[in-house]
C-alpha cells in the first residue's frame, strides 16, 4: 500500500489484558513514531525508531507500554495489564529521515472496558 | 506540562472567511513548527511548516504567521471551504525534526456554507 497501515482499526478489550497494535510503515521509510490521542488532547509522543538505532522511549508512560520494530520495517506496540486510562487513539507514522514529513496512519481506537 | 498552546478549540466560520488558529509556545528551543489537519477517522495530514528565520509562509490558500519575540505563531485559511472543515492541530520540535513533536490540544474548525 502506498500509506501507513495500522491494525487492527478498532481494538475492545477488558481491563488486565494485553494488547498488541501493529504498524507498517511506508516502504523504505527510515524513522517510525508512536503517538497517543486522548479524547479532547492533542498528540503524545510515545517512543521513536530511527534505522537501527536504539528507539527513543522516552515518552512511554509506563514501562507497561512497551514498543519493537522487526527488521527495520513493521513495529508492534504492547500494551501489558491495560487499564483504563490507556484508552485512546494510537497513531504510527512514518517518515523517510527524521527531519522529512510525517505520514500518519488512521490509527487503532483502543478501548479498555 | 503543556508547552504547545492552541486556541481557540472551537470555530466556526462562514465559507469565504478567513478562520485565524492561534499557538503559543513556551520553549525557545523549537525551531520547527509544523501545522497538521486531521479528518474523521483519519490520522492528521501535514499541512504546511514553518522554521523561525522566517515571519510567514504561504502555501497555496494556507499561511502560517510566526511572531518569534512573542512566541506565537498562527494558521490562516483564506477564502475558506467547507471541505476545510476538520480538526487542526499546531505542533513544534526542536532540531528541525520530528521526533517528540509537541502538539496543541486542536482546533474544530467548521466552515458553513
Known amino acids: ?113 | 506540562q503543556q508547552q504547545v498552546k492552541q486556541s481557540p478549540q472551537s470555530l466556526i466560520v462562514q465559507k469565504g472567511g478567513i478562520p485565524i488558529i492561534n499557538c503559543a509556545y513556551e520553549n525557545t528551543a523549537f525551531d520547527y513548527f509544523p501545522w497538521y489537519q486531521q479528518f474523521p477517522g483519519k490520522g492528521p495530514a501535514l499541512l504546511i511548516a514553518i522554521r523561525p528565520d522566517v515571519s510567514e509562509k504561504k502555501e497555496g490558500r494556507f499561511t502560517i504567521s510566526f511572531n518569534k519575540s512573542a512566541k506565537q505563531f498562527s494558521l490562516h485559511i483564506m477564502d475558506s471551504q467547507p471541505g476545510d472543515s476538520a480538526t487542526y492541530f499546531c505542533a513544534a520540535s526542536t532540531d528541525f525534526g520530528n521526533e517528540k513533536l509537541t502538539f496543541g490540544t486542536g482546533t474544530r474548525l467548521t466552515i458553513i456554507p
Open chain 1, 1 to 113: 500500500g502506498a500509506g501507513v497501515s495500522q491494525s487492527p482499526s478498532n481494538k475492545v478489550t477488558e481491563k488486565g489484558k494485553d494488547v498488541e497494535l501493529r504498524c507498517d510503515p511506508i516502504s523504505g521509510h527510515t524513522a517510525l513514531y508512536w503517538y497517543r490521542q486522548s479524547l479532547g488532547q492533542g498528540l503524545e509522543f510515545l517512543i521513536y525508531f530511527q534505522g537501527n538505532s536504539a528507539p527513543d522511549k522516552s515518552g512511554l508512560p509506563s514501562d507497561r507500554f512497551s514498543a519493537e520494530r522487526t527488521g527495520g520495517s513493521v513495529s508492534t506496540l504492547t500494551i501489558q495489564r491495560t487499564q483504563q486510562e490507556d484508552s485512546a487513539v494510537y497513531l504510527c507514522a512514518s517518515s523517510l529521515v527524521r527531519n522529512s514529513p510525517l505520514h500518519f496512519g488512521n490509527g487503532t481506537r483502543l478501548t479498555v472496558t
